[in-house]
């Protein structure tokens, strides 16, 4: 199981980075959320932040993050 879900993290890692260079940010930022880089999901709430969001807006998806990743801690 183990190797079953360090291929998933790559395979999704991997489709962040095609979406992301092809200019799909929100796709790309669920890809790595699903993938576990959680630094590059914050990177891309971060970027929203910085247009204008509000802390809400930003801290939100992370709560989630959170939540959804707590099965694999």
């Not at 260079?21 to 993938?35: E, I, N, Q």
């Not at 971060?46 to 707590?70: M, N, Y």
Request: proline share 3%; with cysteine; net charge negative.
């Amino acid at each position: 199981m183990l190797h079953a879900q360090e291929h998933w993290t790559t395979l999704c890692d991997m489709l962040a980075a095609r979406l992301n260079a092809a200019g799909m940010h929100h796709p790309a930022s669920l890809c790595y959320v699903c993938s576990g880089n959680v630094d590059a999901a914050v990177a891309y709430w971060a970027r929203g932040a910085a247009v204008g969001s509000t802390k809400v807006e930003v801290l939100q998806p992370a709560c989630h993050v959170d939540a959804a990743t707590a099965y694999y801690r």
